[in-house]
């Protein structure tokens, strides 16, 4: 399924607006994921970076966000996640990420990266197609299924940038 850019733009903002405002106003929102990529073929939710200070700057507005609808829900294991669901349906995915570890995490290099060099996405693009048909025979999880080659692609970001490589999957 594709995601209308100018769409999924004015998802992120408003979602972006909607996390500083229950959360900390200081806290640095970007867009990540799929689409975050012009053109790239994607699902119909909005990925969030979020900067946050520590661990406590997150606690101290939990219960706001979950009031107003957000829940954690991920089996991610190196940042906190928070989903947000309408009428069933996942529509949003907030990636808290301390400031100490925001340069490099992972999603945001490899949207960078996504960014600067077409013929990555449209790997990227070949390898999400492929692990929705995997996931439909049941052959693989979606998420385990493109692994590879997001841990190939962002490999390289990371070595571009003078960094070391580091696992993508971490479920």
Not at 15 to 37: C, M, P, Q
Not at 65 to 78: D, F, K, M, P, T
Not at 84 to 109: D, K, L, S
Request: net charge neutral; glycine share 8%; charged share 25%.
């Amino acid at each position: 399924m594709r995601a209308s850019i100018r769409h999924g733009a004015e998802q992120f903002e408003a979602a972006a607006a909607e996390l500083k405002r229950l959360g900390n106003a200081d806290w640095l929102v970007e867009h990540i994921g799929s689409t975050s990529i012009p053109g790239l073929r994607a699902k119909p939710i909005i990925d969030l970076a979020v900067r946050i200070r520590d661990r406590g700057d997150f606690d101290a507005h939990r219960d706001r966000l979950e009031a107003s609808g957000w829940h954690i829900g991920s089996g991610v294991r190196s940042h906190l996640v928070m989903l947000f669901e309408r009428e069933g349906q996942r529509t949003h995915i907030a990636h808290f990420f301390p400031a100490v570890e925001w340069e490099e995490n992972n999603q945001r290099i490899l949207r960078d990266w996504l960014l600067s060099h077409p013929a990555d996405a449209a790997y990227y693009e070949s390898a999400k197609i492929a692990a929705a048909a995997a996931a439909r025979g049941q052959s693989a999880s979606y998420n385990s299924a493109k692994t590879a080659v997001i841990q190939g692609i962002v490999d390289r970001a990371r070595a571009e940038r003078g960094l070391p490589s580091a696992a993508v999957y971490d479920k």
